[in-house]
């Protein structure tokens, strides 16, 4: 049988702002969304058999149930909407986006290989049905059904695409500590205004001065965090820095690639047991 190759990208975002809380203990945030060329791999094959065989591996392997995956719920949900009748697969997943980093690895496989099975079995899922799809696996899975910038307003549960790109290069330094997004959100006190219609007609320069306002209790619980992004932020030429989703990964950006190379090797002679990437904004 023919092995397919999906490549997963991360996902980053440029900032967000957590809007309410609402009553079923979930958060309703607003948030412009980037990808940069960091991926995992996902190898895909048909398989004669009655159930799937899906495994794991690469750096960020641990701690992945084989039974209770994005990548098996994905399957499951296809399998009870009857989408995909009688196929079964056998899915390896190099994983090299670290997990608790607020890149989103685990969405991003879920809706890599979504997005795969629609085309190669031209399955026929009107637009709305996938969004609700994606939805229960996770709510940030839609974003990542194309890796085009994205603006997504997680209470209507709806997105905006954006041709340009952003043309920065990106640094991407994960601290020696795990972010547990629930926490994160569960003793988040800091809320900010919906962004206006011009700010989301268009991809614009803003973001510099926008936020992310999961920082302040990320900060408070894992102080490396922010001295990560202090330290972040006095390197060359970087316009601004801010940590990704509810952590633990900050981002600097750049113009210029030499000053982002130069970041990059005085942050692995800073913090040389911190995973560290450089990279380009999709």
Not at 82 to 111: C, D, H, Q, R, W
Not at 223 to 231: A, G, Q, S, T, V
Not at 234 to 254: L, N, P
Request: some cysteine; proline content about 1%; charged content about 30%.
């Amino acid at each position: 049988m023919r092995v397919f190759l999906i490549n997963s990208y991360c996902k980053i975002n440029i900032s967000l702002r957590v809007i309410k809380k609402l009553k079923n203990g979930l958060h309703k945030i607003n948030t412009f969304i980037t990808f940069a060329r960091i991926f995992d791999q996902i190898y895909l094959k048909e398989i004669k058999n009655t159930k799937d065989k899906i495994s794991f591996y690469g750096k960020f392997k641990n701690k992945i149930s084989k039974s209770n995956n994005t990548i098996s719920r994905i399957l499951d949900l296809l399998r009870k909407n009857n989408f995909i009748k009688k196929i079964y697969f056998e899915i390896k997943v190099k994983k090299n986006i670290p997990t608790k980093s607020g890149l989103g690895g685990g969405s991003m496989n879920a809706a890599s290989l979504l997005t795969f099975l629609v085309k190669k079995y031209n399955l026929r899922i009107k637009q709305k049905d996938l969004f609700k799809l994606a939805a229960k696996v996770g709510s940030d899975v839609i974003v990542g059904l194309k890796f085009q910038n994205v603006f997504f307003n997680s209470g209507s549960n709806t997105i905006k695409r954006y041709k340009n790109k952003l043309n920065l290069f990106v640094l991407l330094v994960k601290p020696d500590v795990n972010c547990s997004t629930k926490l994160i959100y569960s003793k988040n006190r800091q809320f900010s205004k919906q962004y206006k219609n011009k700010d989301i007609s268009k991809f614009g320069n803003f973001f510099e001065k926008d936020v992310n306002d999961l920082e302040k209790v990320a900060f408070k619980i894992y102080p490396k965090i922010k001295r990560l992004k202090d330290y972040l932020n006095i390197q060359k030429k970087c316009i601004f820095s801010r940590m990704t989703g509810s952590g633990s990964v900050c981002v600097a950006y750049f113009k210029d690639y030499k000053a982002a190379r130069k970041a990059e090797i005085n942050l692995k002679n800073k913090f040389p047991n911190y995973w560290c990437k450089l990279s380009k904004a999709m």
